[in-house]
């Protein structure tokens, strides 16, 4: 009979099945329950030997039914794990994050820096007629300065004689566009593409500058100055920035001074400061009374500076990248190594 049921609970393959084993055992109609109740009517000496027994069996068989259950429970337990095994506590697979591109970074960067010298932020087209280009800026069709600038046309139609639209090759445009809409005294920068046809280690046909202008009743190229020096230690983050205003010339500024600053380069880096290199990073001079005319303010009242700067030069600078076309690869390898990208 012990063999009988130890089998049987060893068996029982759920805990219904266990439960069935038990009943049959141990239940009131169970066949041990049963045993015991026909103890009654044994006489004292067998009953006493038989009871032990009896009880001795009931006790083994009842410990083997809750060592199985408890078995039982494990294993649904261990199936249900398998099925059900959504972890909540696992960690989010992480996503690769974008960054901000370096030259988009420096725009921001030198926008604040000339917000605190109270320049707002003017904006031109990139597609732009000629005018606004090359004429307002005393470049009349004939003038040279027209062949340097290594200009892309747009197409007109057949038959279309207007003088075809440009991709802006520079942001000065935005001077006479800022001019005729808020007139003097003004101080806008106007950061933004240009296009040249140009390539080489620092050129790529599209790039970026920031113009300056102030004008007022009395700036001069001393203001200028301060205000180029004080731009470039806020944005190199150095007490001391050595700049070369070198005599220049544009169509729409007089004086001229092209502006170079000294750099060097080590291990393939570029380095600010302490070398016997130069890099021009802007064009700039005092307003040429014909340009303020041509936007519509009285030369006789007004005078001011303005300037063209480099932003991905200055960027080179500042992060010491050497070649100027990698920039615009978007490869995220390069990226990686300079720090702009994840
Ligand atoms: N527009 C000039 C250039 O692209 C730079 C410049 C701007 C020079 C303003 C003088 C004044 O080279």
């Known amino acids: 009979l012990r063999n009988k049921f130890i089998a049987a609970i060893a068996g029982a393959s759920d805990e219904a099945a266990l439960e069935e084993v038990r009943l049959s055992a141990l239940g009131k109609k169970g066949e041990i329950s049963a045993l015991m109740g026909g103890l009654g009517k044994m006489e004292p000496e067998a009953r006493k030997a038989a009871g032990a027994s009896l009880n001795v069996l009931r006790d083994e068989i ?3 039914l809750r060592g199985r259950k408890a078995g039982l429970a494990d ?5 249900r794990l398998k099925s059900e095994w959504l972890d909540v506590t696992l960690p989010g697979r992480p996503r690769p994050a974008g960054t901000i591109h370096p030259v988009s970074q420096v725009m921001d960067e030198l926008t604040a820096i000339f917000a605190d010298m109270g320049f707002s932020v003017a904006e031109g087209p990139q597609i732009e007629s000629d005018w606004f280009n090359f004429d307002a800026l005393n470049i009349p069709p004939e003038h040279p300065a027209r062949q340097e600038h290594d200009t892309f046309f747009m197409h007109r139609a057949e038959g279309d004689d207007r003088p075809p639209h440009v991709l802006r090759t520079h942001t000065s445009p935005v001077q006479i566009r800022a001019l005729q809409a ?27 500058q920031v113009e300056g202008l102030a004008i007022d009743r009395n700036v001069t190229m001393a ?29 729409f500024t007089e ?18 400061g302490q070398g016997d290199k130069w890099m021009e990073i802007l064009g700039s001079g005092m307003v040429h009374p014909k340009v303020l005319a041509a936007a519509g303010v009285n030369p006789d009242e007004w005078q001011g500076f303005a300037f063209g700067m480099g932003i991905d030069r200055i960027a080179m600078l500042k992060y010491g990248i050497p070649d100027l076309r990698a920039f615009f690869e978007a490869d995220l390898r390069w990226l990686r190594h300079y720090g702009f990208a994840a």
Request: proline content about 6%; glycine content about 4%; hydrophobic content about 45%.
């Open 255 to 272: 004086p001229s001074a092209e502006v170079d600053i000294r750099y060097s380069v080590q291990n393939g880096q570029i380095k600010l």
């Open 75 to 79: 294993a649904a337990l261990d199936a």
């Open 223 to 251: 203001n200028l100055k301060w205000c180029l020096e004080e731009f470039c230690r806020a944005f190199f983050e150095v007490d001391e920035v050595e700049l070369r205003f070198r005599a220049s010339h544009f169509p």
């Open 62 to 64: 009842d410990a083997a």
């Open 182 to 208: 808020q007139g003097a005294p003004i101080r806008v920068i106007a950061p933004g593409r240009v296009y040249r046809m140009d390539m080489d280690q620092t050129h790529t046909p599209m790039f970026h």
